[in-house]
């Protein structure tokens, strides 16, 4: 989940969180050894966090320096420091190094790795594309789609050949203890393990030859020249639509990656989010191309259909791949949404699309063997949990 900076005041009637107050107060203490003089902060709101931690908006009530009138600040559970603090830490300070234009989020203003806090710019209360999407304003959700795909392919051109600098940083943070892609440790577990719970669960044999296919996407985790930042959850919450732009939020999987498993979002899309209802056709395709107009500055062989095509129906198939398992209600589990507490499909209903959509990809580049096997996933789908699996658009499009 996103840092929700559009969420309600908390309740004044309810006593004081004893993590928000030590969330503040680790703040002040960072602040101070940053600054060298005390700054007080005041008026904390609650903005949701996770089980991971605890956000606030604090206002700044004194300070010595030009500091913002509000800040955000990011308090992480013990024990310290975690991985996850590591990699949005890392993060921040990679993007607040770059030019204000540069810069596709929150500036980092402290941190500290013992106390588990990071203290970054309020952008205010700006909607996430996700609002846009769950809202009723076609137009309005189009156009952010647009604008986030061309903020992702810019934040990846920036970040093109900074990856000795992000694992410079994370070296003096975590002694070389986190590194790497997230994604590498469950993606390929994923994938080797689907064939099994497909026999199981949808009675789908996976020939040898398909699962081989299956199994060459790992390069995509490998070295490959078209490397940048990537935040890893890329959900349409994660992020806020500004007066500047988009702007990206949470961290927690930060890392230097293969953009095609990012730019793959663009067209499964949103493979690991809550968030995952139908776009309009040709949506997709206008956000892939937004996207690669801008990477393509960075990277010129993606302007070269021969090149980038291949490379996402890879990708694609990986995330199809790697979501299914993830997604796939086991013997005895429910047919339920994706997320029991937020507008999600089902998930028979929401896999069934991205197996049609592998199907339609795999036709038009001619790997008949995939085609196959998806249309018998896509089968065996609809026999199990009903006839009509047919994926709802996002609100903002009905």
Not at 215 to 220: A, G, I
């Amino acid at each position: 989940m996103s840092v929700d900076i559009a969420a309600d005041p908390p309740d004044l009637d309810q006593p004081p969180n004893p993590a928000i107050s030590e969330a503040v107060n680790a703040a002040e203490a960072v602040l101070r050894r940053r600054y060298g003089a005390k700054i007080q902060l005041a008026e904390p709101e609650d903005l949701g966090g996770s089980k991971l931690s605890t956000v606030v908006r604090v206002r700044v009530a004194a300070t010595p320096f030009s500091l913002p009138r509000t800040l955000v600040v990011k308090r992480y559970n013990p024990p310290m420091p975690s991985e996850a603090f590591v990699r949005e830490a890392v993060s921040y300070q990679l993007f607040t190094a770059l030019t204000a234009e540069e810069r596709m989020c929150p500036e980092l203003y402290a941190h500290d790795g013992t106390a588990g806090v990071i203290v970054i710019e309020d952008l205010g209360r700006a909607p996430t594309l996700a609002d846009k999407l769950l809202g009723d304003d076609a137009r309005a959700a189009e156009r952010a789609l647009l604008s986030w795909a061309r903020s992702l392919g810019r934040l990846h051109a920036t970040t093109a050949g900074r990856e000795a600098d992000f694992d410079a940083l994370m070296r003096r943070l975590s002694s070389a203890k986190v590194k790497g892609d997230p994604l590498a440790v469950n993606g390929p577990a994923a994938i080797e393990r689907l064939p099994q719970l497909l026999e199981d669960v949808l009675g789908v044999h996976t020939p040898a030859h398909v699962f081989e296919r299956a199994e060459r996407t790992r390069w995509l985790l490998a070295t490959s020249r078209h490397r940048g930042f990537s935040p890893s959850d890329l959900c349409p919450d994660n992020n806020l639509i500004t007066s500047r732009g988009v702007r990206f939020l949470d961290f927690e999987g930060g890392c230097v990656r293969n953009i095609m498993l990012d730019a793959a979002y663009l067209r499964v899309p949103f493979p690991s989010c809550w968030c995952a209802f139908a776009l309009p056709a040709g949506m997709t395709e206008a956000m892939f191309a937004a996207w690669r107009a801008e990477v393509r500055v960075m990277w010129p062989d993606l302007a070269d259909d021969s090149v980038v095509l291949p490379r996402m129906l890879d990708a694609q198939l990986f995330w199809v791949w790697a979501s299914t398992f993830w997604f796939l209600p086991r013997p005895g589990e429910q047919d339920g949404p994706i997320d029991s507490h937020l507008p999600s499909p089902r998930r028979s209903v929401s896999l069934a699309a991205r197996w049609r959509h592998l199907c339609d990809e795999a036709a038009r580049a001619g790997a008949d063997n995939i085609v196959e096997h998806a249309q018998a996933v896509v089968d065996a789908l609809s026999k199990k949990f009903g006839p009509d699996l047919k994926l709802p658009m996002y609100p903002a499009f009905r």
